[in-house]
């Protein structure tokens, strides 16, 4: 399966437009999913936070294992 992302602004219209950059890298047939993602609410945000700063803190002891050479 291949992803093609990008943005698009919606509007009041039932319809998303592809950019045409993008129609180009799709097959000219066959079967696609769509899914669409909407603005980032405070629990996403706060979530995301939270999951940069587990990222960013150093390695448990326990994790020091895997930094030792083979």
């Not at 399966?1 to 698009?8: L, P």
């Not at 950019?19 to 993602?37: E, F, K, N, W, Y």
């Not at 706060?46 to 999951?51: D, I, N, P, S």
Request: proline residues 7%.
């Amino acid at each position: 399966m291949q992803a093609v992302e990008f943005t698009v602004e919606l509007s009041d219209k039932p319809v998303v437009a592809i950019p045409r950059d993008v129609a180009a890298q799709l097959p000219a047939s066959g079967v696609a999913r769509v899914i669409i993602l909407t603005g980032n609410d405070e629990d996403e945000r706060q979530w995301r936070l939270g999951a940069y700063e587990q990222f960013a803190r150093d390695d448990s002891p326990e994790d020091a294992v895997y930094d030792a050479p083979k």
